[in-house]
Nanobody, 122 residues
Framework: QVQLVESGGGLVQPGGSLRLSCAAS????????MGWYRQAPGKERELVAT???????NYADSAKGRFTISRDNAKNTLYLQMDSLKPEDTAVYYC????????????????WGQGTRVTVSS
């Protein structure tokens, strides 16, 4: 099992910044990728950004130039620095982990965090 604990959400004014964190713990053998997804009210969950174990990064078009994903391997923690926030960034942000646990070394599994709410409003 892998536990993901997210933090850093909150209320921010348009143009402001927030930094989300996602700490992974548990029976981790190796990880393939971690990422941030978000779900706005009435909409489907969508990709924000991902980072692989090799350091390859992918951003949604809406995040490019404003958000920065990073990972501290020593702390097993994923970050999302969000700058120049817009009202349309309002959503619950979820952390996702893909990899292998000690109980499932032969196949990839993925886990989701509980989500952290980001509200961008004046």
């Amino acid at each position: 099992q892998v536990q993901l604990v997210e933090s850093g959400g909150g209320l921010v004014q348009p143009g402001g910044s927030l930094r989300l964190s996602c700490a992974a713990s548990g029976s981790i053998f190796s990880f393939n990728a971690m990422g941030w997804y978000r779900q706005a009210p009435g909409k489907e969950r969508e990709l924000v950004a991902t980072i692989t174990s090799a350091g390859s990064i992918n951003y949604a078009d809406s995040a490019k130039g404003r958000f920065t994903i990073s990972r501290d391997n020593a702390k097993n923690t994923l970050y999302l620095q969000m700058d120049s926030l817009k009202p349309e960034d309002t959503a619950v942000y979820y952390c996702n982990w893909k990899g292998r646990t000690y109980s499932s070394i032969s196949w990839l599994t993925d886990y989701w965090g509980q989500g952290t709410r980001v509200t961008v409003s004046s």
